[in-house]
C-alpha cells in the first residue's frame, strides 16, 4: 500500500524553464509534506516542507503546493538550473515524530 | 558543523551472518531515523530514536534492531542476513522531535552474497 506515490519517474526540462514534479497521498493523517532531493552517491538533502494547513510555500526558486481536498502536493522549480538535475523525492510526516513515508522519486534532468 | 556521518560505507557479508552499522549525528540533535534504500522498496523508514528511546519503528522483521547512546549516536543491527537485506542504509538526524527536517548522512551500502 503506498501511501505516496510519483507517478512520473523521470521529467526533462530546459534550462531556464519550469520544473514541476507532482506526488500523490492517501493518508489524511498527515501533518507535513516535504521535498527532498538526492544526487548520486549522497544521502537526501532536504528541500522544502509545508504544513497541512498552508496550501503554499515559497522558498527562493522553490514553491511547493498542496491541495489537500485532491491530496496532491506539487514542487515548482523556477527557473530550472543545470545544478537541480538530480532524483526528487516526495515525502510525508506526522507531529508524531520524524517517520517520512517517501514516494519513490523523480528523477530531473535539466538540459543547458 | 561536521554533518552525520556512517561507518562502514561499504561492506559485503554472506547469508546468515550479522551486521552492525553505526551513525553519528549531529551534535546536538538527539532524534535519529534509520532507513532502508532499495531500487525495488525505494526509501522505506526503519526506526526512529529520541533520547536513547524508540520512537517509531517501521514494518521490518525482528531480526532488525536498533538503539541510540546517550551521547546521542546510534547504531543498528540486522542478523541473519538475507540476499535481500542489500540496500543502502540511511541514518538521519534532526533537532526536532517531529516535523520531518531531516540531515541525512552518505549511508552505508550492504551487499548480501
Known amino acids: 500500500d503506498q501511501q505516496v506515490k510519483q507517478n512520473s519517474p523521470s521529467l526533462s526540462v530546459q534550462e531556464g524553464r519550469i520544473s514541476i514534479l507532482n506526488c500523490d497521498y492517501t493518508?489524511?493523517?498527515?501533518?507535513?509534506f516535504l521535498w527532498y532531493k538526492k544526487y548520486p552517491a549522497e544521502g537526501p538533502t532536504f528541500l522544502i516542507s509545508i504544513s497541512s494547513i498552508k496550501d503554499k510555500n515559497e522558498d527562493g526558486r522553490f514553491t511547493v503546493f498542496l491541495n489537500k481536498s485532491a491530496k496532491h502536493l506539487s514542487l515548482h522549480i523556477v527557473p530550472s538550473q543545470p545544478g537541480d538535475s538530480a532524483v526528487y523525492f516526495c515525502a510525508a510526516a506526522s507531529n508524531a515524530g520524524n517517520m517520512l513515508t517517501f514516494g519513490g522519486g523523480t528523477r530531473l534532468m535539466v538540459k543547458p | 558543523k561536521a554533518g552525520v556521518t556512517q561507518t562502514p560505507r561499504y561492506l559485503i557479508k554472506t547469508r546468515g551472518q550479522q551486521v552492525t552499522l553505526s551513525c553519528s549525528p549531529i551534535?546536538?540533535?538527539?532524534?535519529v531515523s534509520w532507513y532502508q534504500q532499495t531500487p525495488g522498496q525505494g526509501l522505506q523508514f526503519l526506526f526512529e530514536y529520541f533520547s536513547e528511546t524508540q520512537r517509531n519503528k517501521g514494518n521490518f522483521p525482528g531480526r532488525f534492531s536498533g538503539r541510540q547512546f546517550s551521547n546521542s549516536r546510534s547504531e543498528m543491527n540486522v542478523s541473519t542476513l538475507e540476499l535481500g537485506d542489500s540496500a543502502l542504509y540511511l541514518c538521519?538526524?534532526?533537532?526536532?522531535?517531529?516535523?520531518?527536517?531531516?540531515?541525512f548522512g552518505e549511508g552505508s551500502r550492504l551487499t548480501v552474497l
Open positions: 551534535s546536538g540533535h538527539r532524534s
Open positions: 538521519a538526524s534532526s533537532p526536532f522531535l517531529g516535523g520531518g527536517e531531516l540531515f
Open positions: 493518508n489524511s493523517m498527515f501533518d507535513y
